[in-house]
C-alpha cells in the first residue's frame, strides 16, 4: 500500500514541476539578470572612480592632451545642425 502512496506522490510532484517550470525558469532568469546588473554597476562605478581621478589629474597637469580641438568640420558640423533642428522644432510644437 505504501509503494502505491509513494507513486501517486511522485507523480504530483512530477506534474506541479512541469507546470510551475516557467514560473522557476523565470525566477531563476530574473535572479541572474539582477546578479549581472548588480556586477556591471560595480564596474562602472569603478570605472568612473577612476575617470574622475585620471581626468582630475590631466586637468591639473595637462598631462593628457585628449580633450578635442573645437572645430565644425563633417559630422561634428552635421551633429550640430540636426540638434538645433530638433530643439527648433520641439519649441515649436510646444507653442502651439
Known amino acids: 500500500m505504501t509503494t502505491k502512496a509513494s507513486s501517486n506522490s511522485s507523480v504530483l510532484v512530477l506534474i506541479l514541476l512541469i507546470i510551475t517550470f516557467p514560473f522557476w525558469i523565470g525566477i531563476l532568469g530574473g535572479v541572474i539578470g539582477l546578479v549581472a ?25 595637462g598631462i593628457f592632451d585628449w580633450f578635442p580641438s573645437i572645430h565644425l568640420s563633417g559630422f561634428r558640423f552635421f551633429l550640430v545642425v540636426a540638434i538645433i533642428f ?8 510646444k507653442k502651439k
Open 86 to 93: 530638433a530643439v527648433v522644432m520641439m519649441s515649436r510644437s
Open 37 to 61: 546588473g548588480v556586477f556591471g554597476a560595480v564596474i562602472g562605478i569603478i570605472g568612473a572612480v577612476f575617470g574622475a581621478i585620471f581626468g582630475a589629474i590631466g586637468a591639473v597637469f
